[in-house]
């Protein structure tokens, strides 16, 4: 089983930053994919950002590109959003989900997640 928890949401003026976290535990993440989704209220959950954990290939929602960066510390077994020049459009949970060992690619589909953290909330005020 593992366990995600997500930390570093809050709220922040338009064009600030914030770094988001979301450590893993119950294994090693040597072959997976982990990824940073975002759900705003009355809209579906939608993929921001991707990582795969043994090579740091990313793939990114257009919107976001060049404003944030998923990253992630092997040893902490920690996967990180960098998020930077934040607008209002922003605003929303944010979940970090994670694969199976059987998830080898990115992919934008929540469904082939199959764990999730609690969310942190993100606000980006005008």
């Known amino acids: 089983q593992v366990h995600l928890v997500e930390s570093g949401g809050g709220l922040v003026q338009a064009g600030g930053s914030l770094r988001l976290s979301c450590a893993a535990s119950?294994?090693?993440?040597?072959?997976?994919?982990m990824g940073w989704f975002r759900q705003a209220p009355g809209k579906e959950r939608e993929f921001v950002a991707g990582?795969?954990?043994?090579?740091?290939?990313?793939y990114y929602e257009d919107s976001v590109k060049g404003r944030f960066t998923i990253s992630r510390d092997n040893a902490e077994n920690t996967a990180y959003l960098q998020m930077n020049s934040l607008k209002p459009e922003d605003t929303a949970v944010y979940y970090c989900?994670?694969?199976?060992?059987?998830?080898?690619?990115?992919?934008?589909?929540?469904?082939?997640?199959?764990?999730w953290g609690q969310g942190t909330q993100v606000t980006v005020s005008s």
């Open positions: 989900a994670a694969g199976r060992n059987t998830l080898f690619v990115i992919t934008t589909n929540p469904d082939s997640y199959a764990y």
């Open positions: 119950g294994r090693s993440f040597s072959g997976n994919v």
């Open positions: 990582i795969k954990w043994n090579t740091g290939a990313t």
